[in-house]
């Protein structure tokens, strides 16, 4: 699904309903501030991208445990984010841009 550049998406929707996306990019939603926690839902969800989602604060999968065909994570430029979920031992990214990040999740 891409949902890239759209300027005035603030929060996204649920996901429950749509367990089967593989790819959601949602690249320059410059006003988006909540990703919703169902995202954890997404079993077969393998690209995420939130670059440049300069408004985005916090980031929150609900149980990244689910997410385990996350292979992508793209998060540059989102310079806002405050916190990231705790991936230790749950995903096998093949991916991972964190570019301009100010936090790490802290165990």
Same mark, same amino acid.
């Given at each position: 699904?891409?949902?890239?550049?759209?300027?005035? $998406?603030? +929060?996204? *929707?649920?996901?429950?309903?749509?367990?089967? !996306?593989?790819? #959601?990019? /949602?690249?320059? %939603?410059? @006003? &988006? $501030?909540? +990703?919703? *926690?169902?995202?954890?839902?997404?079993?077969? !969800?393998?690209? #995420?991208? /939130?670059?440049? %989602?300069? @408004? &985005?604060?916090?980031?929150?999968?609900?149980?990244?445990?689910?997410?385990?065909?996350?292979?992508?994570?793209?998060?540059?430029?989102?310079?806002?984010?405050?916190?990231?979920?705790?991936?230790?031992?749950?995903?096998?990214?093949?991916?991972?841009?964190?570019?301009?990040?100010?936090?790490?999740?802290?165990?």
């Amino acid at each position: 699904m891409d949902l890239s550049n759209s300027k005035n $998406l603030k +929060v996204t *929707p649920r996901f429950e309903m749509i367990q089967n !996306l593989e790819r #959601l990019d /949602l690249t320059g %939603c410059i @006003s &988006l $501030l909540e +990703v919703h *926690p169902s995202i954890g839902h997404l079993t077969e !969800l393998a690209f #995420l991208s /939130l670059q440049n %989602c300069t @408004s &985005l604060v916090t980031l929150d999968f609900g149980n990244a445990r689910r997410l385990r065909s996350l292979r992508v994570l793209r998060l540059a430029g989102c310079t806002k984010l405050e916190n990231t979920p705790d991936f230790s031992g749950t995903l096998i990214l093949q991916y991972l841009d964190m570019a301009m990040h100010k936090f790490i999740h802290d165990s």
